[in-house]
């Protein structure tokens, strides 16, 4: 299979709003092909399937999601294309972006405002928000109409890029990140035997409804699910962030206290840098949604530390991604799972 590095580019340079996902099944294809014991699937929420038969009892759900933030067509005005956003794009980030329209057509376009020049008074110290943006695609009316209608989606456009001492920066790290995560625990297991079944769930709308993880979780019903998601790196303004050379470990509200007991003991005994992360409440990740499926599934949240979240610069160390791959492939190993009984958070 392909090395990790290149994996994170092919998914990052996918394309898949929530609600428009099944663009990045031909890139899983690409990546997993020519590999032997795997089935990949898509099924009614859009969520992408990777199927590995054990040789052991049990199952084990990861789930990342697969959608990435990104902008909606709300109106055609005159000669330009109104937005907002879908997931959570701060508008600070947008004026002067290069973007790309997905309707009849795929057009690329640039988002425009009012020049500082022609702002009345008072203007120029506020922030823009989403009515003082446009979509400039260089055409007419009569072409907008014929091409574009609203509810199509927009992508900000973002080269990878190689960053000094193994980062990375890009589009949708946030999670594509975290799925190469979970698919790179294929490289570290091709020789290790004690394996359950395995389920690595690339699900859909993680970042508007959460629907995606809900009905997967549903549908599989693993013994134990991990969730994998991102969070705040250190940097400027984050000094509470995780270290970028950290796993997050998820503790609290909605997580299965043994099984994060075990995995920080695991952590422990293989000196994998890790640090806790306060869970008080409903997390804002696909774990809440995947434990509260059917009657309730054990769940873990791992969490892969980022810098500049939800703009379309994101920066990643892909060693922390590998670091994660590797505690993974030695959890489904060894993770024996009647000692977990059928209590749900303890």
């Known amino acids: 299979m392909k090395e ?7 998914l990052t340079e996918s394309i898949g709003p929530s609600g428009m996902e099944e663009k990045s099944f031909e890139s899983i294809k690409k990546i997993l092909e020519g590999e032997e014991n ?15 038969k054990g040789d052991r009892e049990g199952k084990i759900g990861f789930f990342t999601h697969n959608d990435e933030i990104g902008l909606i067509v709300t109106k055609i005005d005159g000669d330009y294309l109104r937005f907002t956003s879908v997931g959570g794009y701060d508008e600070k980030v947008l004026l002067g972006q290069e973007v790309t329209v997905y309707g009849e057509k795929v057009v690329s376009g640039i988002i425009g405002a009012t020049p500082p020049h022609l702002q009345k008074a008072g203007e120029s110290n506020k922030l823009l928000k989403y009515e003082d943006l446009y979509i400039d695609l260089a055409m007419k009316n009569n072409e907008l109409k014929r091409y574009f209608k609203i509810g199509d989606r927009i992508i900000l456009k973002s080269e990878f890029t190689e960053l000094k001492n193994d980062f ?7 999670n594509r990140g975290s799925a190469t995560a979970i698919i790179n625990i294929l490289n570290h297991i091709k020789n290790l035997k004690n394996i359950p079944d395995l389920y690595f769930v690339l699900n859909s709308q993680e970042e508007t409804t959460m629907v995606g993880s809900l009905t997967a979780a549903y549908s599989i019903n693993p013994d134990i699910a991990v969730v994998v998601d991102v969070t705040f790196a250190k940097q400027p303004g984050v000094e509470n962030g995780i270290s970028y050379d950290a796993i997050g470990i998820g503790r609290g509200a909605h997580i299965c206290s043994n099984l994060c007991d075990y995995i920080v003991e695991l952590a422990k005994r293989e000196n994998i840098k890790y640090e806790i992360e306060a869970v008080p409440q409903h997390s804002g990740t696909d774990a809440y949604a995947v434990q509260t499926a059917r009657g309730g599934i054990k769940t873990l949240l791992l969490s892969i530390p980022i810098k500049n979240m939800h703009s379309p610069r994101e920066i990643v160390n892909v060693k922390t991604i590998d670091k994660i791959s590797k505690l993974l492939s030695l959890f489904v190993s060894e993770v024996e799972f009647e000692k977990y009984g059928e209590k749900i958070i303890k």
Do not use: A, H, P, W
């Not at 990790?4 to 092919?10: G, Q």
């Not at 795997?38 to 590995?52: A, C, E």
């Not at 990375?168 to 946030?174: A, E």
């Open 38 to 52: 795997l089935t990949v699937s898509r099924d009614k929420m859009g969520n992408i399937v990777i199927f590995r």
């Open 168 to 174: 990375v920066c890009c589009k949708s790290v946030d």
């Open 4 to 10: 990790l590095k290149e994996v994170l580019k092919i």
